[in-house]
């Protein structure tokens, strides 16, 4: 019989001012699909859709401060940083780089416990380059 039981993948983690949230480490497939799915002539549907993804790829309580910072006229969310989020997050769950997923406390990964909210202790991840350096056509 073939198995196709998966090790879940670690939650993701990002940071906006001083706010960190937390993201399934795995969306479900339907979700995905649900966008991908989506046509030009259903462009009106589009703002909901994302916005679907977003309150079930966020865990509960990220989902919800992730809402209350959408409509903050003091401390928004703005519409760049809500792309560059959407986009990074499909790029993780479409198979980012493992390397690049931040690494889980020993009491959070052995135990299943998930932290949710609101966190001013949480780091920005970044990016490695992955150009190759230029070479020359000389001999």
């Known amino acids: 019989m073939k198995d196709f039981t998966a ?7 990002f940071k906006i001012n001083d706010d960190v949230f937390y993201a399934l480490g ?19 549907n589009r703002n909901s859709a994302i916005m ?19 409509r903050d006229p003091e401390n928004p969310i703005t519409f760049a940083q809500l792309l560059s989020i959407f986009e990074w997050l499909i790029d993780e769950y479409a198979g980012g780089e493992e390397a690049d997923r931040p690494t889980k406390g020993p ?14 202790t949480g780091t920005a991840r970044s990016r490695t380059s ?4 230029a070479h020359s056509d000389e001999p």
């Open 7 to 13: 090790d879940r993948k670690p939650d993701l983690e």
């Open 26 to 44: 795995d969306a479900p497939g339907g979700v995905i699909l649900d966008l991908a799915d989506m046509s030009d002539d259903e462009k009106a």
């Open 52 to 70: 679907e993804f977003l309150d079930t790829a966020l865990l509960p309580e990220s989902a919800e401060l992730f809402a209350e910072r959408m």
């Open 130 to 133: 992955t150009q190759e350096p």
């Open 107 to 120: 009491s959070s990964s052995s135990t299943g416990v998930r932290r949710t909210g609101r966190s001013s």
